[in-house]
C-alpha cells in the first residue's frame, strides 16, 4: 500500500494475456486500454506513469487498481530476479520496501522467494 515499488518510471511490461486480463477487469476494449495506460518500449507493452510519477494504476490511499490482476512483475515484487541474485541489490530493496523483514536473512529470503532462487525473465 505504501506505493514505493510503485514510483517511477517503471519496468512494468504486460505480456499479451496481461493486458487482455487488465483490460477486462476495467470493462475496456484492448484498443481503448492501450491507448489509455500504456506505451510502447523498446517493443514492449508497460504501463505508463502518471503526471505524480506513479504507475497510472496506483491510487494514492488506495493501492494498485487492477491488484486482482496486476502485471506478474508486480506479483513478483520483491522477488525481482535482482533481489535474489544479489545481497547488495536486496539491501536497497530493503530500504525502499518495508514488507520486506529487516531481521531476515538474505538466504532465507532466496529460499521464499516463488522462484527459489532461481532467476527468471
Ligand atoms: S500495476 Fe499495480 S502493483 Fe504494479 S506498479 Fe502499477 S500500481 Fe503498482
Ligand atoms: S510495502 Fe513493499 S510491496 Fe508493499 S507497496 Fe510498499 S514497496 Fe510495494
Known sequence: ???ECCYGEGGIFMEKEER???ADFLSLNLGDFLSGYTEERHGRIYAKVGADNFCIFFEK???CAVHPVKPARCDLWP???AN???PETWDNAKLACRGI???CSFEDFVKEAPTGGTTQK
Request: charged share 30%.
Open 1 to 3: 500500500m505504501c506505493g
Open 101 to 103: 523483514n529487516r531481521n
Open 84 to 86: 535474489v541474485a544479489d
Open 20 to 22: 487482455r486480463r487488465i
Open 79 to 81: 522477488y525481482f530476479p
Open 61 to 63: 490511499g488506495k493501492g
